[in-house]
């Protein structure tokens, strides 16, 4: 199966990684829509959120946890916005489930 997010995993993909485990992997956006913009992904291919079974609950608990500990090693000290976006009408563009993270500017007006 192509998918991209899973060869930046398998970096046969290059990116910026900011931070990496056993089950995570946190990297720049390649198109950033605020100074900081990070994605933050199971290293597992899980398509979207709506996608999740009972047995991810651990793994998404996880990545929030990472979420917070990524956001304060960035400097993200005025808070930040998580976002995913969860199918077509959701704006998902790479089937791969994931979170940004964006920060360094506000963004009480984007997109809600
Ligand atoms: P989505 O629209 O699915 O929520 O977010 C996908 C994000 O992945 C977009 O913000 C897009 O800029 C980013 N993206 C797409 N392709 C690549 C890539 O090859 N490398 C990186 N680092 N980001 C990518
Ligand atoms: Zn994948």
Same mark, same amino acid.
């Given at each position: ?11 046969? @993909?290059?990116?910026? %990684?900011?931070?990496?485990d056993e089950k995570?992997?946190?990297? =720049?956006? +390649? #198109? ?26 651990d793994l998404i608990?996880?990545?929030?946890? @990472?979420?917070?500990? %990524? ?9 930040? =916005?998580? +976002? #995913? ?17 964006l920060a360094g ?8």
């Amino acid at each position: 199966m192509d998918c991209i997010f899973c060869d930046i995993v398998k970096k046969t @993909k290059p990116s910026h %990684i900011i931070y990496e485990d056993e089950k995570v992997l946190a990297f =720049k956006d +390649l #198109n950033p829509r605020a100074p900081i913009h990070v994605l933050v992904t199971p290293k597992k291919h899980i398509t979207s959120a709506n996608e999740l079974k009972e047995h991810d609950k651990d793994l998404i608990g996880h990545i929030f946890l @990472k979420i917070a500990e %990524i956001a304060d090693k960035l400097g993200c000290k005025s808070g930040y =916005k998580i +976002l #995913n976006n969860c199918g077509k009408d959701g704006g998902q563009t790479v089937p791969h489930i994931h979170f940004h993270i964006l920060a360094g500017r506000s963004l009480d007006q984007f997109p809600c």
